[in-house]
């Protein structure tokens, strides 16, 4: 009954922690999506400010102007709020959505800092009549050779961004003001309501709200003037219906055991009991050495076969064989053991392989789309030329011709990648230039030129620019120095999937020989780096430091596995942000290598545990706890060592690698 009980208690209080921890691992998301979504209102604005007509629009204080620029904007981007002011603080133009437009903005601190041309994310209070609001805003500089102003953008915190946000998922997400909500995915639009949430610091507790019974778990979003509460909220009925249902079949199952049990002793004490003393005598006896004595044997049940069992290995001991016997099914036994783990080395990198493949897809996906884009611009621009340089060609001079390849040789030059701003910068500076030298069409000719990315003084192909079809010769001139850089494009995006396809490839092999090779260690260590690459990327400082150190004769398929556990490690104990330091040096006959990472550390009552098989400190269903114990089994094959120091901040693992470990086998096949 102990047994039952401790079962029911142990299902119903895992399934809710493991709701409790759902909840908040869904809060965390829900809290990242709210700084995504400021992080979406920096870059919409950004965009709207660089544009030229609107920062003309500023510059002569013309409100018409920028109401057609930013009401279309403001429709197409979904702000709620669009204000401009100069800086003075006069509100050029101030448009909002309708439930806002009579309302009360706190927007003092965010109009001050736009207006003083400071980019400011905040949070602004909306008041209309007892009802409140809250908008996330931002502001950016408006400028171009002054600061002219500042513009401000915001959108509310409303039951749409909450239903976006929530999309998918069960579970519903209530915004409040202090007591007041504000915003939900589920209650009726206008149904006001006041609740006390959870402190933000508590872990998901369970509430209840009208009539229903929720695990929640809430987080505060500030500003420097305004701030509201998130609340996640799951139901518990389905949770509450499957406790109630375990502890009922348990009871039936504990009754109807009980008697099972009791019926089943009873029925098998007597059959047992009597047989089971004559055997006890009989091992006895030969334990003794006699192996004359048999035990008469009539029933044919288990009993029966235990019997006869027991006479056959009286016979065996009689004939001296059985030893033999024993020998043979050692060695089975042993190589059972080794395919087997084989075979569960082979399941644990594969499973390692598969936390990775989405992030390699992103990575391979990201160089194909760079390849289809820079296709379709070639084939587009070679359709163009193919066109015009017949006649273009016919209609230069050998000189005109000189000039061409020269704007083309330098269109062609490796330069970096401007921003939209700084081509602006390079058209002005052209089209100075060109008017300068009396040219009618200067605008057209320095904008191709820009695009084209010309910085060079324009001396040498000058002619070619006063010649009255200079226009159509640029363009021409453009469409080929742009084949020849989506050339470019392709080749390297090619190169990056190649690599990615090389590791990958390097990474699943499986050796089948078992015989070492000669292999490089910084070769296989840069290769898991690059399977690992989309989660690097997300927030962590590779730091390499690599002594030149000759090839090794080593299992290199197995040692892939080593450094994949130890840098996947070491990225998931620093949440994938933090610094990764890998070093390798030769040192007395050996392969040194050192992972650190700046993650939390290892407590020091487990770090003996670590390398023990099946142990693991990861939430159930996401670490079996073979990493570390494979890790060790793998080194030891190589003749090698494994040595860990931590501390807050700093964990280090490292490998030791002996550089002949031919020599070191044959003298342990000799021992």
């Known amino acids: 009954m102990l047994g039952l009980f401790v079962v029911g208690y142990w299902f119903t209080e895992g399934w809710e922690h493991n709701l409790r921890r759902e909840v908040e691992i869904f809060a965390e998301r829900v809290h990242q999506d709210f700084q995504y979504e400021q992080k979406t209102l920096e870059g919409q604005i950004k965009l709207m400010a660089d544009l030229d007509e609107f920062e003309q629009a500023v510059k002569g204080g013309d409100r018409v102007a920028l109401l057609q620029i930013l009401l279309p904007l403001k429709a197409s981007l979904g702000f709620d709020w669009i204000k401009v002011v100069d800086t003075q603080g006069n509100i050029l133009v101030d448009v909002r959505h309708n439930w806002i437009n009579q309302a009360k ?18 949070l602004v209070g909306v008041e209309m009549g007892s009802r409140h609001q809250v908008l996330l805003v931002t502001s950016y500089p408006i400028k171009t050779d002054r600061l002219l102003g500042g513009l401000i953008v915001g959108r509310l915190v409303n039951d749409a961004l909450l239903q976006k946000i929530a999309a998918g998922s069960s579970k519903q997400l209530l915004a409040l003001i202090g007591n007041e909500a504000i915003a939900s995915t589920f209650l009726p639009n206008g149904n006001p309501l006041t609740w006390q949430p ?7 507790v369970r509430v209840a709200l009208g009539n229903e019974q929720y695990l929640a778990k809430s987080f505060a979003i500030a500003g420097s003037s305004e701030s509201f509460s998130t609340v996640v909220l799951s139901e518990i009925d389905s949770l509450e219906t499957a406790k109630y249902m ?23 004490a007597g059959a047992i009991a009597r047989p089971v003393l004559k055997f006890i005598r009989m091992t006895e006896e030969l334990a003794n050495g006699n192996s004359t004595i048999r035990v008469p044997v009539k029933s044919r049940d288990e009993v029966g076969q235990l019997g006869r069992a027991l006479n056959q290995m009286a016979e065996q001991l009689a004939e001296r064989g059985i030893l033999n016997q024993q020998v043979q099914e050692l060695k089975q036994t042993l190589h059972d053991l080794q395919k087997n783990q084989a075979k569960l080395i082979q399941t644990e990198k594969m499973a390692a392989l598969g936390q990775l493949v989405a992030g390699i897809a992103h990575e391979i996906n990201t160089p194909l789309g760079a390849i289809q884009a820079s296709i379709d611009n070639i084939t587009s621009y070679l ?9 273009l060609f016919e209609s230069l001079d050998r000189d005109r011709l000189t000039e061409f390849f020269t704007l083309l040789d330098w269109a062609k030059q490796p330069k970096e990648m401007l921003s939209s701003r700084e081509e602006r910068q390079l058209k002005r500076s052209l089209k100075q230039t060109l008017s300068e030298q009396g040219l009618e069409n200067a605008d057209a000719l320095a904008d191709t030129l820009s695009k084209m990315g010309i910085a060079n003084t324009l001396d040498p192909i000058l002619p070619l620019l006063q010649d009255p079809d200079a226009p159509v010769i640029l363009e021409t001139a453009y469409h080929l120095s742009a084949v020849q850089n989506n050339s470019q494009n392709i080749r390297l995006a090619v190169e990056r999937a190649a690599r990615i396809v090389y590791a990958l490839k390097n990474y699943v092999r499986q050796d089948i020989s078992n015989v070492p090779v000669s ?3 910084p070769a296989g260590i840069d290769t898991v780096l690059t399977l690992h690459q989309n989660q690097i990327k997300r927030g962590i400082e590779v730091i390499k430091n690599y002594q030149t150190v000759a090839e090794i004769l080593c299992y290199p398929e197995a040692l892939f596995q080593v450094w994949s556990n130890l840098i996947g490690n070491a990225i998931q104990a620093m949440n994938y942000q933090g610094q990764l330091a890998i070093a390798l040096l030769e040192q007395d006959g050996h392969i040194m290598v050192e992972i650190a990472d700046s993650g939390a550390g290892i407590p020091p009552e487990i770090k003996n545990q670590i390398f023990e098989p099946f142990f693991t400190t990861k939430p159930e269903g996401e670490g079996s706890g073979l990493g570390l ?9 190589h003749k090698g060592r494994i040595e860990v120091e931590s501390e807050p901040g700093n964990t280090v693992f490292r490998v030791w690698l002996p550089s002949n470990l031919g020599e070191l086998e044959e003298k342990s096949a000799k021992l």
């Open 383 to 391: 359709e163009q030329s193919l066109t015009e340089l017949p006649p």
């Open 519 to 521: 292999a490089s260690v």
């Open 246 to 268: 375990l502890w009922l079949r348990l009871g039936l199952l504990f009754l109807l055991g009980g008697t099972i049990v009791t019926i089943v002793g009873i029925l098998i």
């Open 198 to 204: 959870p402190r933000p610091e508590t872990p998901a």
């Open 629 to 637: 114990s494979i890790v060790s089994k793998i080194v030891e094959k």
């Open 105 to 122: 903005l706190m927007d003092t601190a965010i109009s001050n800092s736009a207006s003083a041309g400071l980019g400011l994310s905040d």
